[in-house]
C-alpha cells in the first residue's frame, strides 16, 4: 500500500482560525495531518532560540511549533497568509513568516507556502486550493474540487461553534472528531443577546485568538475567567454583519486582519455596553499593531465608562501575575455592579 504524504501544521498563529478548513483539505486528498504538540517551555524556548529578540511571542511560539515537526512530516504546512476577507491583510510577520522560518539555521522538511488570499473570491481561495494539490502533487480536478467543498463545509460548521461561544479546541474536536457539539459549550453569554445570567459578572475577552487560546503564552487568561465564574465574549461570538458595521463608522480601519475584528467587536459591544461589565485586552509585547489597538479601545471604553484592562504577555509572563490581575479586575466589576443594582 501506498504510504501517505505527512504534513505537519504547527499549532500556532492562525491555525485558530483556519485549521478545520486546512485539515479537511489536505485529508481529502489524501494526506496524513500532524500538528505539532501543545506549546510548553520547550517549545516556546526552541522558538526563542533561532527569532531575532524584537519578535513577538506569538511569532516566537510559531517557530517552536514549526521545529516540533521537523523530522516528523513529509512538508510543513506555512501558508503565505495575506488576506482572509479581501478587505485587510495580515500583519507584516505573518506575511514574511515562510521566509524567518526557513532562513533559520534548522534544516526544515519540504514547505508549503502557498498565498491564502481572499481577494477576489473565489478566484483567490481556488488557487490557494489548486496550488496546495500541486505542492503534494495532486493533480485530479474532481478530487481536488471535492476536498475544497468538504474543508469550506467543515470550515463553516467550525465557526458556527464559535459563534455560539465553543472555544477554538472544543470545537475543532467537534466538527473533526465527530464529538457532540452540545457537551463541550463553554457557558459563556452568546454576544448578541443578554448574558444568560445577569447577576454574573461578563467581561469581552479581546485579542487575537492565537494569544488567547493558547494557554500557555496567555497564561490561561480565559480558563482562570471560567474558574472566577466570568461570562465570556470573543470576537468570534459576534457575528461578522454586526462587526463590520464598524468598518464603515470608524474613520480609519487598520490594515490587518486580526486587528479589525479585535477592534469592530470592541467597538460593538461598547455599543451595547448591557452584554458586558468590562474588557480585557490580551495583547503581545512588541506587537506593532496592538500599539493603535490597545490605545483605541482603551479610549472608547473611557469614552463609554466601561472598565478597561490591558494584559500585556511576553515570555515572561508569569501565571501568578495574571491571576492577582484578573481577580482584582473581576472583583471590581462584581462590586460596581452589584452597586448599580443596588442603587
Ligand atoms: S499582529 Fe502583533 S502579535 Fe500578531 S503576529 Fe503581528 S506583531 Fe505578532
Redesign the pocket.
Known sequence: MKKKTKVGIPRA?AYYTFYPLWRTFLEKLGAEVIISKQTNRKVLEDGIKETVND??I??KVYHGHAFDLVGKVDYLFMPRMISADGLATF????LGLPDMVRYTGVTLPRVIDVRYNRSGFPGGLLRFFIQVSRAIEVRNPFKIAYAAASALVVQKKYQNLLLQGMKPPQAIDSVLGGKSPGSDKTGSAKAGSAPANPNKVSVALLG?P??IYDPYISAGVYSKLDSLNVNVITYEQIPLRHMRRFSRIMPQNFF?Y??NQVCWAGMYLLENKELIDGIIHVT?F?????AMVDKTLELEAKHSAVPFLSLTIDEHTGEGGVQTRLEAFVDMLAAKKAKTKAG
Open positions: 498563529l519578535a513577538c506569538p511569532i500583519c507584516p510577520k505573518f487575537y492565537y494569544a490587518w486580526y486587528s503581545a512588541g506587537c506593532g499593531p496592538d
